[in-house]
């Protein structure tokens, strides 16, 4: 019932910049958090950031904080990620996600997946 289109990923040298959008159609509840993870080769998908569309509260990993933001848009119900200070570490494919509970419930439950945009940072 709820499709979500990710985009915004590419090629980017460490130390740059890129910004991800996902787009919320469907049946989305503006009470559901919000947010993003990543899966690199041979690794298990892990959480980076989320967001209550309701309250505004956010949540990163440790290994984003300072370095990406997440921010939403509710006139044009769409979730954003910038990601600054890129590492090569952040290479990944990057899933956006809304799911039920709270930005603090990871991993998610009810989870609904974009189809996921690949992240790849390299000199």
């Known amino acids: 019932q709820v499709q979500l289109a990710d985009s915004g990923g590419g090629l980017v040298q460490p130390g740059g910049s890129l910004r991800l959008s996902c787009a919320a159609s469907g049946r989305t509840f503006s009470s559901n958090p919000m947010g993003w993870f990543r899966q690199a080769p041979g690794k298990e998908r892990e959480f980076v950031a989320a967001?209550?569309?309701?309250?505004?509260?956010?949540r990163y990993a440790d290994s984003v904080k300072g370095r990406f933001t997440i921010s939403r848009d509710a006139v044009k119900n769409t979730v954003y990620l910038q990601m600054n200070s890129l590492k090569p570490e952040d290479t990944a494919v990057y899933y956006c996600a809304t799911w039920t509970g709270s930005v603090w419930t990871t991993p998610p439950e009810g989870v609904y997946w974009g189809q996921g945009t690949q992240v790849t940072v390299s000199s």
């Open positions: 967001i209550n569309w309701s309250g505004g509260t956010t």
